[in-house]
């Protein structure tokens, strides 16, 4: 197939998962065509069947707000005609799923139905999507769209509670590269980072509101109490200064490295003990899927789409959203009981394997098959 994915360029959860389908369909020997304003941060190396499509604007005084929509749109129907697309793949609704509407609705005009599937990912539905200033149009586009996707039950049934939906939405849930993400023989990096043996934990976020970073300090500042630990932070955003504020209050700076905006997770995951996740909402948690590939157990929120990863009293353990003395004594449980983690770290490796990425790209491949078929030969 001819697929175009259109997707966010930078460091989040639905860009990540767009790229490395998108890397997957390729290896597998489908065309894929990235379309986005930048080149999306995971798609670094030249592949084989992978053409980048950039989104420019053409700038003018008047605009005070480039219209983005717009450009992309136009892109669209572009690149749909020239690289003769079989389908367009948008990932996160707002404004791809509304962008694809109308391009979909112009080369329509001129004899050409080209099929759109999007996918939701989460806070393009609990939190910007069902906000006034974005709702009809999310839920108009959700309704337009040929096939529509959900990366976990939990965001499908969310959906359903905040808008108006007419179409099927199938759940695909976001999957993980195993040879990528494995436990790797780190022990000189444990050595630097933790020269004393101590536990190191870690958690990776784009430090949004949503994240709720002040409970990964505040839970971290309750561990270290009672148990030598090292805390990663890894990732960077508005929460940032906030957390660098808490752990001087709290007095446990020495103990914590912000490590900023990392490439290889990986590596820093190989070292770590337990992955913390206490976030308001999360509709998949594709970090804590990352953090488990490693064999890294995972101590969370009992929010959103987590609990369909992390198993409780299995993979790790799920705590109320700002439950931080529960996250803690449940990390301490693990930390404290040497048998009892190497039991939670097979757990997770076993439970990341049902999100095995060659179990899931088929699931796609079936999907775009079935769209193409439904658009090509509408149902009487
Ligand atoms: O978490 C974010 O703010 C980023 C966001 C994104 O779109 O990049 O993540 C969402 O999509 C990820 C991939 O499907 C999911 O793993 C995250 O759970 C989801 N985030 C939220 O629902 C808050």
Redesign the pocket.
């Known amino acids: 197939m001819n697929i175009g994915i259109v997707c ?1 360029p930078t460091y ?6 767009a790229t490395e389908l998108g890397k997957a369909l390729a290896m597998k020997g489908h065309s894929v065509h990235f379309i986005s304003y930048k080149q999306p941060f995971r798609l670094v190396q030249f592949l084989e069947n992978i053409t980048f499509h950039e989104v420019s604007f053409t700038n003018y005084p008047l605009f005070e707000f480039p219209p983005y929509e717009t450009a992309l749109a136009s892109k669209l129907v572009d690149t749909v005609k020239f690289s003769k697309l079989d389908l367009i793949h948008v990932h ?1 609704a707002i404004p791809h799923a509304s962008a694809a509407f109308l391009a979909k609705s112009i080369l329509k005009s001129q004899g050409i139905d080209i099929p759109v599937v999007t996918t939701l ?4 539905i ?2 910007v999507g069902k906000d006034v200033t974005y709702a009809p149009v999310v839920q108009f586009s959700i309704n337009q769209s040929d096939g529509v996707t959900a ?1 976990s039950q939990s965001l499908k049934e969310e959906t359903h509670n905040l808008f108006d939906i007419d179409n099927e939405i199938k759940v695909i849930p ?1 999957f993980i590269d195993l040879d990528a993400f494995r436990k790797l023989d780190k022990g000189h990096f444990k050595k630097a980072i933790a020269p004393n043996n101590e536990a190191i934990l870690v958690h990776i ?2 430090f ?1 509101k ?1 994240k709720r970073i002040e409970d990964v300090i505040t839970t971290f500042s309750k561990i270290v109490k009672k148990h030598p630990s090292k805390l990663l932070l890894i990732g960077d955003g508005p929460e940032r200064k906030k957390a660098e504020t808490m752990c001087r209050e709290l007095g446990t700076c020495d103990d914590v490295r912000f490590l900023g905006k990392q490439d290889a997770v990986g590596e820093l995951l190989a070292v770590s003990d337990l992955f913390l996740l206490p ?1 308001e ?6 970090a804590a899927l990352e953090a488990m590939a490693c064999e890294v157990p995972v101590i969370s929120s009992n929010a ?2 987590i609990p369909e990863i992390n198993e409780h009293n299995k993979t790790g353990f799920l705590s109320e959203v700002g439950d931080t003395e529960s996250m803690a004594a449940n990390a301490l449980k693990l930390l404290k009981n040497p048998e009892m983690l190497t039991e939670f770290r097979k757990n997770a490796l076993a439970k990341a394997y049902t999100f095995d990425i060659k179990n899931i790209l088929p699931i796609y491949e079936g999907y775009y098959e079935e769209v193409i078929d439904k658009v090509k030969k509408p149902v009487a």
């Open positions: 966010y989040g959860g639905s860009g990540v998962v996160y990912h989460g806070t393009d609990t939190l990366v976001n976020s784009n949004r949503v976030s909402s999360e509709s998949f948690g594709l959103g789409g």
